[in-house]
């Protein structure tokens, strides 16, 4: 056989084994080496190893972390701000409630009971409750539940100068004050007020503990916290 055909065909086969190895991934195959010298010939092979090659994504890499990072304590320091916001709020109104002073005025103040003279025996009183409904010193008792201020006497003013729901704070010295509200009406007081006389008749159980009550006398201050509901 011709020498220069064969060296051509061993070529040939050398190729046709290097791209069959590198269709299936063999990492480790022979290379075939051919030798022609003059009319001598030697073929031999030899190792190549191949190592895998590993491409990273280093931006996916980094997508991942921070959808992986999880997000935490927010909510909580949420939640344990909210009951400190909401101290600072209730404690600035009630702050503004107990400094306010709408009018200040000089009254004379005295006790009665719902069974005074000229009452009606049921206790009812003249102004109906901010929701419509009577209130009864019998039934019901000598304080009335403010929505604003709590629980607050009951007082009969004049009904000229203070509408129904007036809250009042009734103070002098040596005395502890008493915050009330306006819920009776007396001609006794109505007819001082046409005088130039402010009167306030604060409401007890019976005219026995008005006597005991020790809130009797001129020269009471009256501050004014609210007009009307």
Same mark, same amino acid.
């Given at each position: 056989?011709?020498?220069?055909? #064969? ?8 190729? %046709? ?9 063999? &990492? ?9 010298? @003059?009319? +001598? ?13 590993? %491409?990273? *994504? ?8 921070? /959808?992986?990072?999880?997000?935490? *304590? $927010? ?5 344990? $701000?909210?009951? /400190? ?7 600035? /109104? ?5 400094? !306010? *002073?709408?009018?200040?005025? !000089? ?15 049921? &206790? @009812? ?11 009864? %010193? ?6 009335? +539940?403010?929505?604003?201020?709590? +629980? ?26 008493? #915050? ?9 007081? +109505? @007819?001082?007020?046409? *005088? &130039? ?8 159980? !019976? ?5 005991? &009550? ?16």
């Amino acid at each position: 056989m011709n020498i220069y055909l #064969l060296e051509h065909l061993l070529r040939w086969i050398g190729m %046709l084994f290097v791209s069959f190895i590198s269709i299936f991934n063999v &990492g480790t195959y022979e290379e075939y080496v051919l030798s022609v010298d @003059n009319k +001598n010939m030697s073929f031999g092979t030899s190792i190549v190893n191949h190592q895998p090659i590993v %491409l990273q *994504n280093s931006k996916e890499e980094e997508v991942q972390q921070e /959808i992986q990072t999880p997000i935490v *304590n $927010e909510p909580q320091q949420i939640k344990e $701000e909210k009951p /400190i916001i909401k101290e600072e709020i209730t404690k600035n /109104i009630t702050e503004q409630v107990e400094t !306010t *002073n709408l009018e200040v005025m !000089t009254a004379k103040v005295t006790g009665y009971g719902s069974d005074c003279q000229g009452c009606s025996g049921t &206790g @009812n009183l003249a102004c109906r409750t901010k929701s419509g409904s009577k209130h009864s %010193l019998i039934t019901n008792g000598i304080y009335y +539940n403010d929505d604003t201020y709590g +629980n607050v006497r009951i007082v009969a003013a004049a009904k000229q100068k203070f509408p129904c729901g007036t809250v009042i704070e009734i103070s002098k010295a040596g005395q502890q004050s008493i #915050l009330a509200i306006v819920m009776d009406r007396g001609a006794s007081m +109505n @007819n001082a007020y046409s *005088n &130039g006389i402010i009167w306030i008749d604060l409401a007890y159980a !019976t005219i026995a503990d008005a006597k005991q &009550g020790g809130v009797s006398g001129l020269d009471y201050q009256i501050n004014v916290k609210r007009w009307g509901w």
